[in-house]
Structure formats: structure tokens, C-alpha cells
T-cell receptor
Framework: DAKTTQPNSMESNEEEPVHLPCNHS???????IHWYRQLPSQGPEYVIH???SNVNNRMASLAIAEDRKSSTLILHRATLRDAAVYYC???????????????FGKGTLLTVNP | NAGVTQTPKFRILKIGQSMTLQCAQD?????MYWYRQDPGMGLKLIYY???????DKGEVPNGYNVSRSTTEYFPLRLELAAPSQTSVYFC??????????????FGDGTRLSIL
């Protein structure tokens, strides 16, 4: 799986937007960009994914650079409940069942200040 | 729906003991996974299964065994517990067999300490 690079940690204030960056300079054409987050003492949960176009859902937005070598997860108004480790993961979907696997890095620890 | 249920939530083992970590899902998902997470690190894949009777090794399978006799259950077995297996273990599932970007659903983990 292609590698991603994320900052170790970031801080934000409550009710302000948060932009979490991810670099993936070796991304291939069949790699989708997935984001998961892990709240304290819980298992990871899916946030969003995309291929080329920007994506929005009820949790967040995903902005993907035109060359696809980087992406940004956007939380529009951070809440205390958004404090978590955020993982940016590339998934190659060109193969069969084994490509449902996820390869986790260390992620970005987001701290939200009240 | 309960989703993915893991038991026990916590366990302390002595070196050399054995135990089975239980994982059950009620979503009729075909694909199931076991990960471990060491402090400050991301998750690493131990074993996975693409259906009943089919299992395969992940990145760190040594010291573990799995079985998948039904769609619902995917237990992880530690035969001879070692301190290096102290970790948090997560089970996950995916519907499988179709759209490749289906999100994985995770349990809340089993925290295992081996002393």
C-alpha cells in the first residue's frame, strides 16, 4: 500500500474549522483516499473517502488536490467530541477481496480546546 | 443492531497461558479482520477472513490462530501468551463482495495484558 504522511498532532478551538492534512505523493491511479478516526478507548470509525473529486458528508469534507498527491480532511466546526486520532489511508481497489484491508499509520492526534 | 461485539473487554494473562478473544457481528458481513494496536501506534492486521472456512494471514500473524466456522463469529486464539502480545485487539467487518470502498465496522476492542 502506498504510504501517507500526517502531522503527529494538531490543536483546534471548539466551534472553529479544522483542516487535517495528508501527503501521499506515491498514490496510484487506483488508490482511494480513506479517513478514519479513533476516539479515546474506542475502535476506529469511518469518516469519509474519495478518489479525485471533493466529497462531503454529515461528518466532514474531503478536499483532494488536483494532482492527488495530498488531501485535507475538513471538520467545519470542531466540537469536543471530535478530539481523536485521525488516520489517512490509501486503499488500492484494483484487486480482489484482500484489498478491503486497511493499513494504518500513526495518524494525527487532534486536540480540541474548549 | 449490535454491530461488532468483542468479549472480554479486559483480560490479564500470565505468560504461557492461552485464551480466545471473541468477535461476533450481526450484520451478515462476509469479511472479518483482527488487528492489534500497541501504545501510540496504528493498527496492524493479524488475520482476516473473506468468508466461513476461509482465513489468511495479515502483517503480524505469529503467535495467533483464527477460525471462521460461521459468518457471524471470528475468534482469535493465543496459544502461549507472551509479554509481546500485550496490546489492544480490535475486530472489524465489511460486507465484502461488491463495492470496494465499503467502510469497516470496528468493535470497541479487548485490552489484554500479559504478565
Amino acid at each position: 500500500d502506498a504510504k501517507t504522511t500526517q502531522p503527529n498532532s494538531m490543536e483546534s478551538n471548539e466551534e472553529e474549522p479544522v483542516h487535517l492534512p495528508c501527503n501521499h505523493s506515491t498514490i496510484s491511479g487506483t488508490d482511494y483516499i480513506h479517513w478514519y478516526r479513533q476516539l479515546p478507548s474506542q475502535g476506529p470509525e469511518y469518516v469519509i473517502h474519495g478518489l479525485t473529486s471533493n466529497v462531503n458528508n454529515r461528518m466532514a469534507s474531503l478536499a483532494i488536490a488536483e494532482d492527488r498527491k495530498s488531501s485535507t480532511l475538513i471538520l467545519h466546526r470542531a466540537t469536543l467530541r471530535d478530539a481523536a486520532v485521525y488516520y489517512c489511508i490509501l486503499r488500492d481497489v484494483s484487486g480482489g477481496g484482500s484489498n478491503y484491508k486497511l493499513t494504518f499509520g500513526k495518524g494525527t492526534l487532534l486536540t480540541v480546546n474548549p | 443492531n449490535a454491530g461488532v461485539t468483542q468479549t472480554p473487554k479486559f483480560r490479564i494473562l500470565k505468560i504461557g497461558q492461552s485464551m480466545t478473544l471473541q468477535c461476533a457481528q450481526d450484520m451478515n458481513h462476509n469479511y472479518m479482520y483482527w488487528y492489534r494496536q500497541d501504545p501510540g501506534m496504528g493498527l496492524k492486521l493479524i488475520y482476516y477472513s473473506v468468508g466461513a472456512g476461509i482465513t489468511d494471514k495479515g502483517e503480524v500473524p505469529n503467535g495467533y490462530n483464527v477460525s471462521r466456522s460461521t459468518t457471524e463469529y471470528f475468534p482469535l486464539r493465543l496459544e502461549l501468551a507472551a509479554p509481546s502480545q500485550t496490546s489492544v485487539y480490535f475486530c472489524a467487518s465489511v460486507p465484502g463482495g461488491g463495492q470496494p470502498n465499503q467502510p469497516q465496522h470496528f468493535g470497541d476492542g479487548t485490552r489484554l495484558s500479559i504478565l
